[in-house]
Structures are given as C-alpha cells and as structure tokens.
Nanobody, 114 residues
Framework: QVQLVESGGGLVQPGGSLRLSCAAS????????MGWYRQAPGKERELVAR???????NYADSVKGRFTISRGNTENTVILQMNSLKPEDTAVYYC????????WGQGTQVTVSS
C-alpha cells in the first residue's frame, strides 16, 4: 500500500513562488508515474504536471514555463516548483502516484492572493 505525504502549500502573493513536495512510502519499487493534480472550488480535478513511464513529463498548458516538476533526492519523492504564481493557480494540490492502482495524497492548499 503506497502512502503519499505532501508539504509546502500556503498563501503567496501574485508573482511569488512556492515549492511543493510529495514523498511516497510503502513501495519497494521506483514509482515511475507520479505527479501533481489540482482542484479549484467548483471545478474538476486537473493535471498540473507529472512524470510518465520512460522518464518524460506532462504539463498543463496553463503552467508551462512557470512550473517545474523534478525528482527529489530521496527515492519516490517529487517536487513541484511553482514560479510566477497567478490567482487562478489557487486550488488544493494533490500528489498522485500510479503503481498497479492510483494513489492520492490528502491535498495541500495553495492560495495566490494579494
């Protein structure tokens, strides 16, 4: 059973930066498909950025050039560096991992507001 623990959300002004971290435990294998989704009030959950099989990445068009996903120093850790944040980035951000089934973190709130 994989468990995901997220950290790093908070309140930031427009144009600011935040760094989210997600650590997966409970797997003895490298989790190849791992990344971040977000859900704003009244909207569906959407992909933000993720690693896919083969080491590639997917980004939502709305975050390209502003957000960067990377692997952490610890196995099965992913980092989401978010720069030039906008009010429309406000959402609950969820870490996701796929290993035979989907796993979700508890979510961390990101609020971009002046």
């Amino acid at each position: 059973q994989v468990q995901l623990v997220e950290s790093g959300g908070g309140l930031v002004q427009p144009g600011g930066s935040l760094r989210l971290s997600c650590a997966a435990s409970g797997s003895i294998f490298r989790i190849n498909v791992m990344g971040w989704y977000r859900q704003a009030p009244g909207k569906e959950r959407e992909l933000v950025a993720r690693f896919i099989s083969g080491g590639g990445t997917n980004y939502a068009d709305s975050v390209k050039g502003r957000f960067t996903i990377s692997r952490g120093n610890t196995e099965n850790t992913v980092i989401l560096q978010m720069n030039s944040l906008k009010p429309e980035d406000t959402a609950v951000y969820y870490c996701n991992a796929f290993q035979f089934q989907n796993y979700w973190g508890q979510g961390t709130q990101v609020t971009v507001s002046s």
